[in-house]
Nanobody, 123 residues
Framework: VQLQASGGGLVQAGGSLRLSCASSGRSFSSYDMGWFRQASGNEREFVAA??????NTYYADSVKARFIISRDNAGVYLQMNSLTPEDTAVYYC???????????????????WGQGTQVTVSS
C-alpha cells in the first residue's frame, strides 16, 4: 500500500482545509486509517483515526469538534475547521490492520505511511 497525502497549504486562523489520502497501489479499504501530525521540533502526534468500515472514529482531544475524519472507496479525508496556528504541522496519513480498540492513537500500530503534507496556519 502506497499512500499519498494531499490538500495541505497556507490558511488563516479560523479557516478550513480538507486533506486527502489516496492509495497508489493496493486498495486500503480493509485497513484502519489514521492521521498524524508533526510540528517542527515536536514528536509526531495522533490526530484522528477510523476503522476499516468507517463506522468508528477517534480523535485527539485537541482537534475534537473541529476535525472530521471520513473515508470512502477512493480515500481517507480529514476535514479541518477552525484552524489555529497550533495546528501548523506536517500531516501524515497511515494505514494499519486490525488495530485493537484503544490503540488507534499509537503510531506503532500503523505500518504504511504517506509522505506528509504541510499545513500552515497564520495568525
Amino acid at each position: 500500500v502506497q499512500l499519498q497525502a494531499s490538500g495541505g497549504g497556507l490558511v488563516q486562523a479560523g479557516g478550513s482545509l480538507r486533506l486527502s489520502c489516496a492509495s497508489s497501489g493496493r486498495s486500503f479499504s480493509s485497513y484502519d486509517m489514521g492521521w498524524f501530525r508533526q510540528a517542527s521540533g515536536n514528536e509526531r502526534e495522533f490526530v484522528a483515526a477510523t476503522g476499516w468500515s468507517g463506522a468508528n472514529t477517534y480523535y485527539a482531544d485537541s482537534v475534537k469538534a473541529r476535525f472530521i475524519i471520513s473515508r470512502d472507496n477512493a480515500g481517507v479525508y480529514l476535514q479541518m475547521n477552525s484552524l489555529t496556528p497550533e495546528d501548523t504541522a506536517v500531516y501524515y496519513c497511515a494505514a494499519g490492520f486490525r488495530i485493537p480498540v484503544g490503540q488507534f492513537s499509537e503510531s506503532s500500530e500503523y505500518f504504511y505511511w504517506g509522505q506528509g503534507t504541510q499545513v500552515t496556519v497564520s495568525s
